[in-house]
């Protein structure tokens, strides 16, 4: 157990639909951070949030939208997906303020897939 | 920007050590990191190496040379759980930022 769950651990949708994730941890951190797994792919960074501020946007479309109401909580709110979009979305949590600093832990992933 | 290599794909027999290997390049460095990922799993941290030398870690060993740019995962007496696949990650503060930015990963294939 990682002490990090996420919410849908399975999600296809279409490109018209609209849909979030949701990533939870209880280990107390408060950074939390979204990437993107994709095959053959090294894990992306998407976004970082400490203590509740976004303090990284790593160039990611605007079609992915995140949102942290607490050091517990992060969102990853989905409009108009590619079908390359298509990819496991991990979250992960550390305890570094700064976000990025002490080692992270990661969630199970969600399983995406855009048709 | 950063530039990490690792091998993709790596077989080695149970009860044998395997290394795996981490080159990188980082204007920044803060740090190197390995996980260990089971398929459909969740990335597990296994070790980290801010200073040159060996961490030990039971069966498991980190080595890391900054000069060289550097890494290696030791993986002792191989079990069958042991295939999966083993990510570098390397922290870099360029900037005061402090990201993670991970290799591709070597998928480790233990046999009988």
């Known amino acids: 157990e990682t002490g990090v769950t996420q919410t849908p651990r399975h999600l296809v949708m279409g490109m018209t639909n609209k849909k979030s994730l949701k990533c939870e941890q209880h280990?107390?951190?408060?950074?939390m951070y979204w990437y993107k797994q994709s095959a053959k792919k090294p894990l992306e960074l998407m976004f970082v949030?400490?203590?509740?501020?976004?303090?990284e946007n790593n160039s990611v479309p605007s079609r992915f939208s995140p949102e942290c109401p607490n050091s517990s909580h992060l969102f990853l709110h989905l409009h108009t997906l590619q079908p390359e979009d298509s990819a496991l979305y991990l979250c992960?949590?550390?305890?570094?303020?700064?976000?990025?600093?002490?080692?992270?832990?990661f969630g199970p992933g969600t399983r995406l897939l855009v048709l | 920007g950063q530039n990490i290599d690792q091998p993709t794909e790596m077989t080695a027999t149970e009860g044998a050590i395997v290394q795996i290997n981490c080159t990188y390049q980082?204007?920044?460095?803060?740090?190197l990191f390995w996980y260990q990922q089971h398929a459909g799993e969740a990335p597990t941290f296994l070790s980290y190496?801010?200073?040159?030398g060996l961490e030990e870690k039971g069966r498991f060993s980190s080595f890391l040379s900054r000069s060289k740019g550097y890494s290696y995962l030791l993986l002792k007496e191989l079990q069958m759980k042991d295939s999966a696949s083993y990510l570098c990650?390397?922290?870099?503060?360029?900037?005061?930022?402090?990201?993670?930015?991970f290799g591709t990963g070597t998928q480790l294939k233990v046999e009988l």
């Open positions: 992960a949590s550390s305890q570094d303020p700064r976000g990025g600093g002490e080692t992270q832990y």
């Open positions: 280990l107390g951190h408060n950074a």
């Open positions: 949030y400490s203590l509740e501020e976004r303090v």
């Open positions: 980082t204007s920044g460095f803060n740090g």
């Open positions: 190496n801010v200073l040159d």
């Open positions: 990650a390397v922290r870099d503060s360029t900037g005061g930022g402090n990201k993670l930015t």
